[in-house]
Every structure is written in C-alpha cells, then in structure tokens.
C-alpha cells in the first residue's frame, strides 16, 4: 500500500497556500511541490506576480 505524497500537490488545496513577502497577499498559488530544499516550496502571488520561497 502506498500513501501520496503531500508535497507533491501544486495548486490552492488547503495548506498550499503562503503570504506573499513583497506584497502581504494571500492571493498565492504554490508553484512547485519542491523548492531548492526539503523544507521549501516554491510559490507564486497572483497580486504582485513575484515567485517566493516558503519554508516548512
């Protein structure tokens, strides 16, 4: 039996989600499952269009 992974789902399901650190918005979408680490993710703000990090 196998489990999915939940570092692997990219979109707006709850939890993927992050405050943009240029902008303050919500208005976010995680881009990629993985970021450069095992404790980062890559995400996107839809407001001020800028890619960020998030840790953890």
Same mark, same amino acid.
């Given at each position: !039996?196998?489990? $999915? ?13 992050? /405050? ?5 918005? /919500?208005?976010?979408?995680? $881009?990629?499952? @993985?970021?450069?680490?095992? &404790?980062?993710? !890559?995400?996107? &703000? ?5 890619? +960020? /990090? @998030? +840790?953890?």
């Amino acid at each position: !039996m196998t489990r $999915d992974d939940p570092s692997t789902t990219v979109g707006t399901a709850a939890g993927t989600t992050a /405050e943009c650190p240029y902008c303050g918005s /919500e208005n976010t979408v995680r $881009d990629h499952p @993985k970021g450069p680490g095992l &404790c980062r993710s !890559m995400h996107y &703000c839809e407001d001020c269009q800028q890619p +960020f /990090e @998030k +840790f953890g």
